[in-house]
C-alpha cells in the first residue's frame, strides 16, 4: 500500500488548508489511521487519529480547529485545518494499518505566517 499527502502550503495565520492523503489500495478500513506532524527541532506528534468505525481523537491543541474524515470510496483521509496558527507549522504526515500504522506517507509542508 502506498500513500500520497498533499495539499500543504503556506498560509497566513486564521487561514484555512485540507490535506488529502490518498491510498492505492482499502487500508483505511482496517483499523486505525491518522495525521501526524513535525515541526523543526522537534520530535512527530500525533495530530488527529480516526478508528476504522469512525471515532475520532485530537491533541488538545488543534481540538476544535482540525477535523479528520475518511472517503472510503475514494480511499482518502483528508485533514481540514481552521484557525491555522503560526505554531501549525511544521511537516504533515499521514499514517494508515494502526497506531501507529506501518504505512506513511511521505510527508506535506503546511506554513502558517503571522
Known amino acids: 500500500v502506498q500513500l500520497q499527502a498533499s495539499g500543504g502550503g503556506l498560509v497566513q495565520a486564521g487561514g484555512s488548508l485540507r490535506l488529502s492523503c490518498a491510498a492505492s489500495?482499502?487500508?483505511?478500513?482496517?483499523?486505525?489511521n491518522g495525521w501526524y506532524r513535525q515541526a523543526p527541532g522537534k520530535k512527530r506528534e500525533l495530530v488527529a487519529l480516526?478508528?476504522?468505525?469512525?471515532?475520532?481523537e485530537y491533541v488538545d491543541s488543534v481540538k476544535g480547529r482540525f477535523t479528520i474524515s475518511i472517503d472510503k470510496a475514494k480511499n482518502t483521509m483528508y485533514l481540514r485545518m481552521n484557525s491555522l496558527k503560526p505554531e501549525d507549522t511544521a511537516v504533515y504526515y499521514c499514517n494508515a494499518g494502526g497506531f501507529p500504522g506501518k504505512y506513511w506517507g511521505q510527508g506535506t509542508q503546511v506554513t502558517v505566517s503571522s
Open positions: 489500495g482499502s487500508i483505511f478500513e482496517i483499523s486505525a
Open positions: 480516526i478508528s476504522n468505525l469512525g471515532d475520532r
